[in-house]
């Protein structure tokens, strides 16, 4: 058998080659973590709250990321994610985060996996590595072009183009529950608006359960992408993603890089405090939980905070919404 038609994992070091029905019986064993299948959640009517990490390049940072983990588990949200690298060793980290969450924190994690530079071999070993740590549910992405935003996007010769066929394939791998990405101030390669809802139905249709949404600021974006996928007869839950801000010249920078647009009215708001980062922060969270309240009263399923690995800005917005009383 080649690694073509199965995935091949490490065992003891040596590679052993492992069907897509070992794979589906790792991914149907029983999982000690409390959501087993982030869209089965979302369907039984509870709201969910996750949170987003990054793998850190650095042993400080890797401190860093445990820190906030840990000062984030008792708050007990629905999920945490971790986003899959553009490279190598990046990649390797997410994996070992991903496994190290699964093995060692009461979290149900959710594993990111973009199709770009893999062939669809390597996509199958990294679902079966995920599969083999006992992770559940994975965020199937296409990712960035290689050469960056703006660039043309280009498969892997015997890789994928679209997120709706990694969707499909995870899917036919085992018992997975798959979340895609939406994005409220539309994909910077859409055409429009109507297109994006579109592909993200197809999403849907390919076997997504539910998706997350790139940060945005204002409400109305997101309630506008909800309602045309609505009106295209499509019930996928879709989490907003916030991103609390904590520093203007960075969130500036993530938003024009994403795509997101950044209200005039938000950064006056925070030049109007100037430099000091505790003042920063705390305008950053009144202006999150005030998101996270609209959104919540609009009847958004839940929150999804992108935390940049750190946990107090997320605890903050958290208290200020009175869900740290609810956990
Ligand atoms: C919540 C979230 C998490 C993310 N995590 C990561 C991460 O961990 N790592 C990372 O590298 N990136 C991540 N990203 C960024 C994401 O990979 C990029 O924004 C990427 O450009 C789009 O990915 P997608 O999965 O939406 O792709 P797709 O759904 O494939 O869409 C990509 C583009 O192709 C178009 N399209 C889709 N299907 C078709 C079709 N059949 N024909 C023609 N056009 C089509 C879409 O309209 C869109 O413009 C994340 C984004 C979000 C919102």
New binding site residues.
């Given amino acids: 058998m080649t690694a073509a038609d199965g995935v091949l994992v490490a065992d003891q070091g040596l590679p052993r080659p492992v069907t897509p029905e070992a794979t589906r019986n790792q991914a149907q064993r029983p999982s000690r973590h409390p959501v087993t299948s982030v869209a089965d959640y979302l369907g039984s009517g509870r709201r969910s709250f996750s949170f987003?990490f990054f793998p850190p390049k650095t042993d400080e940072g890797e401190r860093q990321l445990w820190r906030a983990i840990r000062e984030l588990e008792p708050i007990a949200p629905s999920f945490v994610?971790v986003?899959?690298?553009?490279g190598g060793s990046t990649r390797d980290r997410?994996v070992r985060v991903t496994e190290r969450i699964a093995a060692e924190t009461s979290l149900t994690p959710v594993a990111?996996l973009?199709a770009?530079g893999h062939s669809v071999a390597e996509l199958r070993h990294v679902v079966g590595q995920y599969a083999g740590a006992g992770v559940r549910n994975i965020?199937?992405?296409?990712?960035?072009?290689p050469g960056g935003l703006g660039s043309p996007?280009e498969a892997h010769p015997q890789g994928m183009?679209?997120?709706?066929e990694l969707v499909r394939m995870v899917r036919s791998l085992g018992d997975f529950c798959v979340g895609?990405?939406?994005?409220p101030d539309k994909?910077?390669?859409?055409a429009d608006l109507d297109?994006?809802a579109r592909?993200?139905v197809?999403?849907a249709e390919a076997g997504a359960g539910f998706a997350?949404?790139?940060f945005f600021f204002d409400a109305a974006d997101y309630f506008r992408l909800r309602d045309r996928v609505d009106a295209l007869g499509c019930s996928l839950p879709i989490l907003p993603?916030i991103m609390p801000v904590t520093n203007l010249a960075q969130i500036q920078r993530f938003a024009q890089l994403?795509g997101a647009a950044f209200p005039d009215d938000l950064a006056a708001r925070l030049h109007a405090v100037g430099e000091d980062p505790e003042a920063v922060r705390a305008v950053g969270v009144e202006i999150g939980a005030a998101l996270a309240s609209r959104l919540l009263e609009g009847g958004a399923p839940g929150v999804?905070f992108y935390t940049l690995n750190r946990s107090t800005a997320t605890r903050e917005i958290y208290a200020t919404l009175g869900l740290d009383r609810a956990a």
Avoid: I, N
């Fill in positions: 987003e994610s986003t899959y690298g553009a997410t990111h973009t770009v965020l199937a992405l296409r990712g960035d072009p996007w183009s679209y997120a709706s895609v990405a939406a994005f994909h910077p390669e859409s297109a994006d592909r993200l197809e999403k997350v949404t790139q993603g994403s999804h």
